[in-house]
């Protein structure tokens, strides 16, 4: 029995196209076993992943430390100045008052002092007159007035 030639290479190419088919099977079963190397892919796969999610993260915290640290800072300039005007002001009204309270100082120690100098006038015309109970009246009168003006002063 003798077959045509067409006939013989038909199964030739059917027999190599499965024989190729075949290949491309085991090659791919022989994958699918490879535990180790399916194990390294998947694992080095997954490290960059993580490796990209870990950078965006380190972005995005970068990003987020910035904006605060501007936000931060605006406000701490805010109140600084804040700070400052009041503090302006305060030293101003201190300061009015301070002078108010020297011109008021300056007059009340210019009226004891008058005052003073009005007694020390009349004291001497009674010492004049009346020597020893004048003299102990203005000793006493003295210290008076030097305690009165210590006290004045100390307020």
Sequence with gaps: M?????????TRRDIQQTRAELGETVAALA???DFKTRARSKATTAVGGLRGR???????????ATQ???T???????RVASVEQKSQHTIGAIRGSARAGAQTAGKAESSVVTSARAMTTKIGSSVRTRPI??????????TLAVITYRRRRSR
């Design 133 to 142: 109970p004048v003299l102990a009246v203005t000793g006493t009168a003295a």
């Design 31 to 33: 994958a699918k076993t």
């Design 54 to 64: 870990v950078t965006e993260a380190g972005q995005s915290a970068k990003t987020r």
């Design 68 to 70: 605060l640290a501007r």
């Design 2 to 10: 003798s077959t045509p030639s067409g006939s013989n290479d038909q």
């Design 72 to 78: 931060v800072s605006q406000k701490a300039s805010k």
